[in-house]
Nanobody, 128 residues
Framework: QVQLVESGGGSVQAGGSLRLSCAAS????????MGWFRQSPGKEREGVAV??????IYVDSVKGRFTISQDNAKNTLYLQMNSLKPEDTGMYYC???????????????????????WGLGTQVTVSS
């Protein structure tokens, strides 16, 4: 069964930290590319960070503040978020590609269209 389950979201004040986790079933966990995406009301889903094939790629707005990592033994993906800002508010989704292509080989690595498996999301709210 293909399954991705996010956890760790919550409400924090600006400047705070959260650590998101994504537990993946064996069939969903990708040795190619996995990532975190976010979406807020009225906006398109945005790629936050991806990891795979020896590379990590971040959207400019989170560089230096967020860190993506994975534990292959646990089939788990993480996103450590520090120095959170109100504009980081949104539903955060975990995703994995089925083709197991290394992230850096995608024309646009942070594009949601690269990913086939999605979790249901965890809400992150940052207040000023």
């Amino acid at each position: 069964q293909v399954q991705l389950v996010e956890s760790g979201g919550g409400s924090v004040q600006a400047g705070g930290s959260l650590r998101l986790s994504c537990a993946a079933s064996r069939s969903a966990y990708s040795s190619g590319c996995m990532g975190w995406f976010r979406q807020s009301p009225g906006k398109e889903r945005e790629g936050v960070a991806v990891i795979g094939g020896g590379s990590t790629i971040y959207v400019d707005s989170v560089k230096g503040r967020f860190t993506i990592s994975q534990d292959n033994a646990k089939n788990t993906l993480y996103l450590q978020m520090n120095s959170l800002k109100p504009e980081d508010t949104g539903m955060y989704y975990c995703a994995a590609d089925r083709a197991q292509i290394r992230c850096a080989l995608y024309w646009s690595p942070l594009s949601p269209s690269n990913f086939d498996y999605w979790g249901l999301g965890t809400q992150v709210t940052v207040s000023s």
